[in-house]
């Protein structure tokens, strides 16, 4: 029954990831597309940097007429584009993890909790992520009610903390679902690994665990 537990989770994670970059892909392609779209309206702009009649004009006021040729966050897109700065994939990816709450919440959320994972002593840092979620759901609190400074954050790296994050009242926080399903993807890499294991199952035992089973069932 556990060992059905744990295949579940590994099939929605999986799943999840493979949607997230399926979702990723469309985004960068919508995202050229707009680009090409708006190049016209961009040279347009080039052009006002050259016009006479405007070079007396404040800044603020050619600002002004520029985002009516061309909105603020399409210019950014072209800007950067122009600049030959790529477009973030792994946003994007992280982006469809914080829409995908409800499948997280409905899917992940009570098979996570019916595991009894762990882990040998010396890795006991590997499962602070996953303890600390499952003590928030099992006291009924909610992972945004917590600050960021209680969120245990050591397996996060410094590449992934922006796409943990989001921004709220003009704050960056992290953001609970983005968290959750982090957590549960590193729980598959590392019971893949065999760093964390599941003892209540046939397939995932630490080793220790499966030589005594042995051991016992010798006649």
């Known amino acids: ?29 919508e995202t050229y597309s707009n680009i090409r779209q708006y190049l016209k309206q961009a040279g347009i702009l080039l052009n006002m940097y050259v016009n006479d009649k405007l070079s007396k004009l404040l800044f603020k006021k050619v600002q002004k007429k520029a985002l009516k040729i061309i909105s603020k966050n399409e210019l950014l897109s072209i800007s950067g584009y122009m600049m030959n700065q790529c477009i973030d ?32 002593e010396n890795d006991r840092h590997l499962l602070q992520g996953a303890h600390f979620i499952k003590s928030a759901f099992n006291s009924s609190k909610k992972l945004n ?16 903390k922006p796409y943990i994050y989001h921004i709220k009242s003009a704050k960056k926080r992290i953001d609970p679902y983005k968290y959750e399903f982090f957590i549960y993807q590193q729980l598959m890499e590392h019971v893949k690994q065999g760093l964390v294991f599941c003892n209540d199952t046939l397939q995932y035992k630490s080793f220790e665990a499966d030589l005594a089973l042995k051991i016992k069932r010798k006649p």
């Open 1 to 29: 029954m556990n060992d059905h537990l744990m295949q579940t989770f590994f099939h929605y994670v999986d799943l999840y990831k493979s949607q997230a970059k399926q979702y990723s892909e469309k985004k960068v392609t």
């Open 89 to 120: 994939k792994e946003a994007y990816e992280w982006e469809f993890h914080a829409n995908n709450w409800q499948c997280i919440i409905n899917n992940l959320r009570p098979i996570f909790m019916l595991i009894d994972f762990d882990c040998h």
């Open 145 to 160: 009610s917590f600050k960021d400074n209680e969120f245990p954050q050591n397996l996060i790296s410094k590449r992934l």
